[in-house]
């Protein structure tokens, strides 16, 4: 089955991530996540009091639910909604999970259909530059317009039980983040197989 999640990330794929638990304090403080839980071996937050104020869900009315499954078993994330802080990471990684879809040119948005390669090559060496086929330029892969399907970073808030334009950060929310990081914050979808 698949996983669904929404994934913020600060929008300079290099930007010095804020230490862990500090932003753990404030992501609780502000109300977006919840308790602390055990999911796959790894600590995952339930939803917090604010979580509906902060984050958007768009139509008329989602059907999301915010418990884990009642026998405790630990099926598909996708089961229900809850976050996970992944990172921070030494050096910059590819967030993108599944569903990543074709990205364009920074520069003249033409396609890049051998992204994937250009990614193998950035893994290499995180220097490496990828002509765009249309209009030649030397593109760093992490500036590629990925249309919310994936970005990179040094830090991830990993909201899962998020199908693909079902919800948004609010505004308030991009606020806080920047004010606490001191930059820019963007998000996409990912869905996990």
């Keep these: 089955m698949k996983e669904y999640k929404l994934i913020l990330h600060p929008k300079d794929p290099r930007a010095e991530p804020p230490a862990t638990e500090p932003l753990t304090t404030r992501l609780a403080a502000w109300g977006l996540t919840g308790n602390p839980f ?10 917090g009091e604010q979580f509906m104020q902060l984050i958007t869900f768009l139509g008329c009315s989602p059907a999301v639910a915010f418990e884990p499954p009642a026998d405790g078993s630990e099926r598909d994330g996708a089961d229900f909604c809850h976050l996970e802080l992944r990172g921070p990471f030494p050096t910059t990684r590819f967030l993108g999970e599944g569903g990543v879809k074709r990205p364009r040119c920074p520069r003249c948005r033409g396609w890049i259909d051998d992204w994937e390669h250009a990614l193998s090559r950035w893994r290499e060496g995180e220097t490496h530059l990828h002509p765009c086929p249309r209009c030649g330029e030397a593109i760093d892969p992490t500036t590629f317009k990925w249309r919310h399907s994936a970005g990179f970073g040094r830090l991830a ?37």
């Design 38 to 47: 055990a999911f796959r071996g790894r600590e995952h937050y339930l939803v």
């Design 157 to 193: 808030i990993a909201i899962w039980g998020v199908f693909e334009g079902e919800a948004v950060p609010s505004e308030t929310l991009l606020r806080l983040l920047r004010e606490s990081s001191g930059g820019e914050w963007d998000y996409f979808y990912s869905r996990a197989v």
